[in-house]
T-cell receptor, first 109, second 119 residues
Framework: GEDVEQSLFLSVREGDSSVINCTYTDSSSTYLYWYKQEPGAGLQLLTYIFSNMDMKQDQRLTVLLNKKDKHLSLRIADTQTGDSAIYFCAVYRGDKIIFGKGTRLHILP | EAGVVQSPRYKIIEKKQPVAFWCNPISGHNTLYWYLQNLGQGPELLIRYENEEAVDDSQLPKDRFSAERLKGVDSTLKIQPAELGDSAVYLC?????????????????FGEGSRLTVL
């Protein structure tokens, strides 16, 4: 079955860049996603990338996909206090969307 | 446009009691999902509906969990009887396109969740 792995915590100083990493096992995953969950809220889609792309940029967000290594990353430029949340990597594989356990991003002043 | 609405937001019950959660998806979204989110974990699919039909309920513990989506709009998830291990957040999500269908890019719209505590 599909396995999506993420580190659990990341601390970053305000204004620095945050890089959240994810690895997955199934190379047939067609779409890969980053969702954000703020305290007490549901998940919100931040961005996604199709498997035939290597990079996608959307304002402060940059997604990099390394299909050979099955590695997905999310870079948040100029990290702000409002970016403090849990970030979930997810992959779509035919009949399911599989989520990782989430990376909690903590912003240091 | 209203988002996915869930109720109740919080529920505390004693073990062996029944509990029900309600979800109203975004208008026009034919695909509805119920996910279970344990503390420190990512969401895990319980059941997926396309309109009224439950097309994927392989992860639903059918001995105590049931779900329905009458008329293809609102949905209810029930647990009877609840066990201590059922304490978690139950998330409802909806999407405008069927999973894997034409135009599907995988954007799920989530509600705020229903947090269940079983004592």
């Amino acid at each position: 079955g599909e396995d999506v792995e993420q580190s659990l915590f990341l601390s970053v100083r305000e204004g620095d860049s945050s890089v959240i990493n994810c690895t997955y096992t199934d190379s047939s995953s067609t779409y890969l996603y980053w969702y954000k969950q703020e305290p007490g809220a549901g998940l919100q889609l931040l961005t996604y990338i199709f498997s035939n792309m290597d990079m996608k940029q959307d304002q402060r967000l940059t997604v990099l996909l390394n299909k050979k290594d099955k590695h997905l990353s999310l870079r948040i430029a100029d990290t702000q206090t409002g970016d403090s949340a849990i970030y979930f990597c997810a992959v779509y594989r035919g009949d399911k969307i599989i989520f990782g356990k989430g990376t909690r991003l903590h912003i240091l002043p | 446009e209203a988002g996915v609405v869930q109720s109740p937001r919080y529920k505390i019950i004693e073990k062996k009691q029944p509990v029900a959660f309600w979800c109203n998806p975004i208008s026009g979204h034919n695909t509805l999902y119920w996910y279970l989110q344990n503390l420190g974990q990512g969401p895990e699919l319980l059941i997926r509906y396309e309109n009224e039909e439950a097309v994927d309920d392989s992860q639903l513990p059918k001995d105590r969990f049931s779900a329905e989506r009458l008329k293809g709009v609102d949905s209810t998830l029930k647990i009877q009887p609840a066990e201590l291990g059922d304490s978690a957040v139950y998330l409802c999500a909806s999407s405008s396109s069927p999973l894997g269908g034409s135009g599907f890019a995988g954007e799920l719209f989530f509600g705020e969740g229903s947090r269940l505590t079983v004592l």
